[in-house]
């Protein structure tokens, strides 16, 4: 009887322990919902924990089916809106993958090609893709993204689109489509296989059809940036595992030849800005002597929800603080997507835009292997308006929605009326409420566990 009771309130002590474990603040509740304020390194930056490790080049998304590219259409594998694969791409060559598209809707598929972190690459190669139709007629502008100035391996994102309507009449009626992708003018990388991560989207139509022209005028004013010196978080290895942010400042710490990735809720009729701030090489641990030069020593861009490249800008590096700032854009909007311009062209629709940043592994050879300070100031203008109105269901589901952490009173889309610096909070109510409504729900379990304890005890002791 002594073991059972002893056995029990072990198990009681278990409950209790894995209620507090799943209450906000712990290593169980919500993980991924947050950005942690602790500046430990998450799993996927754990190459960051020391300084002689490589950085991770790219964190795949967890589960992610593997496809093989085929050589010709007649192979080639399916691929299935709202599902992310992993792939391999060839040092030369096309490789295919096969879509099955109904005659209504837009289906975009980004390809994020990763090289290996100690291949030497040029500044001019790169991937290109392209949605084709069964004729091999693209159906879309082909998009080509460089390694760059930095001469750095990076993971190199690009994405293509059969777009409804569309001008192009082989491209309109439902059936077998191709995602092709390949290697740009390869010349100092080694033979052999990058890694590849392809993630198709379906965007319904509308119920009711708008405007095919996009906005003539916006507000292109650049408002202050966010000022303080911002809450303490770590980024993501990969857009699957990108870590979630609002507006405020955040401070974060890079090493050469690392990718961090962050995702951030933007709403229809908001704008976005942001900017980066590299420490000098002084403040980084094991920092060179310095005196060196790194043109595009740092890349910060901006992703939309289907991981297309709305904006991007090189921040050269000679040892001192710098700082590169993404150009204004527009505020989202549907209609966007028939301006000429691609970076009025990516702000179609809402959902989580990501910031990528990217510090060139030369930054290591000319001023030590760091980390480096990394600042991020977001700053979203506007309040939210109502979106499209769509006639059926995305996939993957709600990717063109906003979820909790730009609902909330005082997080994103509260901030245009205010010009002062933020904060630095980086957090809203509606983070503080789900914390609050997590903390109740926890500390009702634990109430309620101790209680029943407490009325068993007393039984057993009466004899009951």
């Excluded at 598929?109 to 500044?123: E, G, L, N, Y």
């Excluded at 290697?183 to 100092?188: A, D, F, K, S, Y």
């Excluded at 990058?194 to 507000?219: N, Q």
Aim: proline content about 7%; charged content about 15%; overall charge neutral.
């Amino acid at each position: 009887m002594g073991r059972r009771r002893a056995w029990w309130r072990v198990a009681v002590v278990g409950v209790v322990l894995g209620a507090v474990a799943g209450a906000p603040g712990s290593p169980g509740f919500a993980a991924s919902a947050f950005p942690s304020t602790s500046p430990s390194p998450s799993p996927s930056s754990s190459a960051t924990a020391s300084s002689s490790a490589p950085p991770s080049s790219y964190t795949f998304a967890e589960g992610a089916p593997t496809v093989t590219g085929a050589t010709d259409t007649a192979d080639a594998e399916r691929l299935e809106p709202g599902t992310t694969y992993r792939s391999s791409l060839p040092s030369d060559g096309k490789v295919y993958y096969r879509l099955v598209l109904d005659g209504t809707s837009t289906v975009y598929v980004a390809a994020t090609a990763v090289p290996p972190t100690d291949t030497a690459v040029t500044p001019t190669e790169g991937v290109r893709v392209s949605v084709q139709d069964a004729a091999g007629r693209p159906c879309s502008a082909t998009d080509t993204a460089s390694i760059g100035a930095g001469r750095s391996p990076r993971p190199l994102t690009v994405w293509a689109a059969r777009q409804l309507p569309s001008s192009r009449s082989l491209c309109r009626a439902a059936g077998t489509y191709y995602v092709v992708v390949e290697r740009v003018l390869r010349t100092e990388s080694r033979p052999g296989d990058w890694d590849l991560e392809l993630a198709p989207v379906l965007e319904p139509r509308l119920r009711k059809a708008g405007s095919t022209s996009a906005p003539e005028a916006w507000d292109s004013a650049t408002p202050s940036p966010p000022g303080g010196g911002g809450v303490r978080l770590r980024g993501g290895g990969g857009f699957g595992s990108a870590t979630a942010l609002e507006q405020g400042a955040w401070r974060d710490d890079i090493r050469p030849g690392q990718t961090l990735f962050y995702e951030m809720p933007v709403d229809w009729g908001q704008q976005v800005y942001a900017t980066a701030d590299l420490s000098g090489a002084n403040s980084a641990s094991g920092g060179g002597a310095g005196g060196g030069f790194v043109p595009g020593g740092a890349n910060l861009a901006l992703y939309n929800p289907v991981r297309g490249l709305v904006d991007d800008t090189s921040i050269s590096y000679n040892g001192s603080q710098k700082s590169g700032a993404l150009a204004a854009l527009p505020p989202v909007g549907y209609d966007n997507r028939y301006a000429v311009s691609d970076r009025v062209g990516g702000m179609r629709f809402a959902g989580s835009y990501y910031l990528v940043v990217h510090l060139a592994a030369r930054v290591g050879e000319e001023f030590g292997d760091g980390p480096f300070g990394l600042t991020l100031r977001v700053r979203v203008k506007g309040a939210a308006t109502a979106g499209p109105g769509y006639a059926g269901q995305s996939a993957p589901s709600g990717i063109f929605q906003v979820g909790l952490l730009g609902r909330g009173s005082g997080a994103v889309g509260d901030a245009d009326s205010s010009d002062g610096d933020g904060g630095g909070t980086g957090g809203g109510d509606a983070g503080m409420k789900l914390v609050a409504v997590g903390g109740i729900g926890a500390g009702t379990v634990v109430l309620v566990v101790l209680g029943v304890w407490v009325v068993v005890g007393r039984r057993r002791a009466a004899g009951v």
